[in-house]
């Protein structure tokens, strides 16, 4: 028991120091088994006329307890020397970046922009933030409806992306994807459909198996495959950087810090207002803007079904490094590689020539 709970202080401070933040004083006084979901959170932050955003007792949580929604947050801190080969990618500077960017809108033909993806009782944001911006690449480069599979990287990619369900590091994921290459969710579906309503799901939750099968006899998980050109993080010394690589390639996967107070959201910029840190978390950041307050911010989908949020998606505050979420911002370009019937058109069978993918 002692050395679960140590264990459990050990995982939480390695998360914590990744985002180079405090412990705040609430968080130690938080109990594990309580209930993640306060009326006193809601009066802050709706009664903080300069918040920017609205607090709502999320359906999506009303029963969760503090340990189960601090599962959820499932990015680990990615060690040092797994980073030093990593390469940047940085963009000319561009000439002319919209006020405003929706990748829904830019894209209308590629349907998994339009997908919010539920992650169940499982620590795997960091496996959907990247499976989720690696379709609609797909579909954004090769004009075809692919919705890649997390459950294979969950499952298959083992210590070389982290710990499954209890957490894993965003930049292998899309490793993963150069070297194993991903299948389809038809072939490989998510495993946690019920939630956490069945035996054995407490107090660690499971990952699944790695079984290399597709759950339909007459599709072969080899031919399944999806790869990836590359993996790289997006150089954020200039948020302008992120936004022409989201604008020119598509959605990328991003890391934050999440606070309490994120539980809440139901609508507007966020920022942090009040609460202790929980975890890291992984997203998929489709666009930007500037809010009616004129507050510019970042666009993007959870993976919380629709009931968090907007529908699902939520807005940052951008430009200011927000719970740091314009620091660990991580993609890949899609490969024709395995692909059966792509016919290429051009003379590079990559993705490749979109940027200046650079050595650390
Ligand atoms: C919450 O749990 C209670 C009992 O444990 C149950 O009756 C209720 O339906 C649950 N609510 C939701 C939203 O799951
Ligand atoms: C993807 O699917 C949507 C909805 O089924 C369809 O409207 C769209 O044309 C498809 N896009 C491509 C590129 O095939
Ligand atoms: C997601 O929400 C929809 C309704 O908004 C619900 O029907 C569905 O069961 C939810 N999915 C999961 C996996 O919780």
Known sequence: MAS???LAVAVLF?????FHLQVSAIDSKLKLGSRILKESIVDVVNGNPSAGWKAEMSPRFSNYTVAQFKYLLGVKQTPKKELLGV??????????L???FDARIAW???ATLHRILVQGHCGSCWAFGAVEALSDRFCINFGMNISLSANDLLACCGFRCGDGCDG????????????NGVVTEECDPYFDDIGCSHPGCEPVYPTPKCSRKCVDKNQLW????HFGVNAYRVDSSDVSNIMTEVSQNGPVEVAFTVYEDFAYYKS???????????????VKLIGWGTSEDGEDYWLLANQWNRSWGENGYFKIRKGTNECGIEEDVVAGLPSTKNLVNYIVSSSSSDAADNGDVAAA
């Open 4 to 6: 679960k709970l140590c």
């Open 14 to 18: 390695l998360s914590v120091a990744a």
């Open 87 to 96: 390469p940047v990618m940085r963009h000319p500077k561009s000439k002319a």
């Open 98 to 100: 919209p006020m405003e």
């Open 108 to 110: 209308p033909q590629c």
């Open 168 to 179: 894993g590091y965003p930049i292998d994921a899309w490793k993963y994807f150069v070297q």
């Open 222 to 225: 080899k031919e399944d495959k």
């Open 268 to 282: 507007g910029v966020y920022k942090h207002i009040t609460g202790g840190v929980m975890g890291g978390h992984a």
